[in-house]
């Protein structure tokens, strides 16, 4: 079964706007990444938090790790029609392997 | 920017035929990975190299599917014979090393539909 599982499955919402999205995972992990992906294109690497931390920025991005809940968030601040894309959170073992993609998050910034 | 190289882009091919994809990853990268992705799912993890070596291939179907990475660079996925539900997208990326922190670098990927 799958690590990860991204919640809502799908997101509509203005430019300008914030935009969160979660993941939600089952078994202990090492860190936790989330890549965006452009409609039938490979994905992008954004960020990665480690177990230890509770917060991570990038930018417009941020992101927070709960492993008490086994859960992580992804905001987006200032919403941009570039950013439509869909969003999934992967995790990995202590090893780098086993890696679990969730299903993902479909963003839809209108202009 | 150095990037991920896949080929072909796109690939239509008749059940129970043999197809093959080609990864170039970023140079210097020692780990690759081969995803496939359903439309509308996340990616799924076939098989993770190591140099040459494979570190991880429990999710590959093995009496169908095969993937080499002779010289530790470049790596060949093969399918034989597709079946109808092989079609989905076959991602391939690459990380420095096997290591949990490391980014992967997705290529292009290659869309696959098995008529």
């Known amino acids: 079964s799958q690590q990860g599982e991204e919640d809502p499955q799908a997101l509509s919402i203005q430019e300008g706007e914030n935009a969160t999205m979660n993941c939600s995972y089952k078994?202990?992990?090492?860190?936790l990444q989330w890549y965006r992906q452009n409609s039938g294109r490979g994905l992008v690497h954004l960020i990665l938090?480690?177990?230890?931390?509770r917060e991570k920025h990038s930018g417009r991005l941020r992101v927070t790790l709960d492993t008490s809940k086994k859960s992580s968030s992804l905001l987006i601040t200032a919403s941009r029609a570039a950013d439509t894309a869909s969003y999934f959170c992967?995790?990995?073992?202590?090893?780098?392997?086993?890696?679990?993609f969730g299903p993902g998050t479909r963003l839809s910034v209108l202009p | 920017e150095a990037e991920v190289a896949q080929s072909p882009r796109y690939k239509i091919t008749e059940k129970s035929q043999a197809v093959a994809f080609w990864c170039d990853p970023i140079s210097g990268h020692a780990t690759l990975y081969w995803y496939r992705q359903i439309l509308g799912q996340g990616p799924e993890l076939l098989v993770q190299f190591q140099d040459e070596s494979v570190v991880d291939d429990s999710q590959l179907p093995k009496d169908r599917f095969s993937a080499e990475r002779l010289k530790g660079v470049d790596s060949t996925l093969k399918i034989q014979p597709a079946e109808l539900g092989d079609s989905a997208m076959y991602l391939c990326?690459?990380?420095?090393?096997?290591?949990?922190?490391?980014?992967?670098?997705f290529g292009p990927g290659t869309r696959l539909t098995v008529l």
């Open positions: 992967a995790t990995g073992d202590n090893y780098g392997q086993n890696f679990v």
């Open positions: 078994t202990s992990i090492n860190n």
């Open positions: 938090i480690r177990s230890n931390e």
């Open positions: 990326a690459s990380s420095y090393k096997t290591s949990p922190y490391n980014e992967q670098f």
